[in-house]
């Protein structure tokens, strides 16, 4: 039996609000959790209840960190800093060589005191994310060549079945014709 399809908006009965909202925040606390601890990635949420009372979770040493670099990605983006470079508009990643290029073009002495701590965590994430995707896809292919050697040893394994079989009917065979061949020549 499934679920009922709640229509959004707002709960009229007091108490099943005040059940709703308690319901709904542990859920996306424990969702910006689970992204925080499979991603990798920095999360804060804030929670005002209609009371005043606060809420709020977060996965770095403390809000203040998280809300510092969210401030300063907001004005190095008012600014046109480099940032800009390291994300594509759409906020998707680099390819892998044109990070390594970015990375080492950034670091070269001149211009290294010229990037924030901000910029570097930046780079520093876009490099553990790559590296964790290059690890994800050795190991995936890793487990295809495993799985394809697993197959091809079963067909090996059945093929020398086969072979075993088609090996002791031809000695059932031979020892057929010895017998029949005794007995042909006693009669005769």
């Known amino acids: 039996m499934g679920r009922k399809k709640l229509e959004i908006k707002r709960i009229e009965e007091n108490s099943a609000r005040m059940v709703c909202f308690s319901k709904r925040r542990n859920g996306l606390i424990k969702k910006a959790r689970e992204l925080s601890i499979l991603c990798d990635v920095d999360v804060a949420a804030i929670i005002f209840s209609k009371r005043g009372k606060l809420y709020q979770y977060c996965s770095a040493d403390s809000i203040s960190q998280v809300l510092q670099e969210y401030q300063s990605r907001i004005e190095s983006e008012k600014d046109g800093c480099d940032t800009e470079e390291l994300y594509s508009r759409n906020g998707d990643y680099l390819t892998y060589g044109e990070l390594l290029k970015t990375v080492g073009s950034e670091l070269k002495e001149p211009r290294v005191e ?50 075993n079989e088609i090996v002791e009917g031809n000695k059932c065979a031979k020892k057929k014709k010895v017998v029949i061949d005794l007995n042909i020549a006693a009669d005769g």
């Open 114 to 163: 010229q990037l924030s701590v901000a910029d570097l965590g930046l780079m520093q994430k876009q490099l553990e994310t790559a590296l964790m995707e290059i690890r994800l896809t050795k190991t995936k292919l890793m487990t295809d060549a495993q799985s394809s050697l697993q197959e091809k040893e079963k067909m090996l394994e059945e093929e020398k079945k086969n072979f």
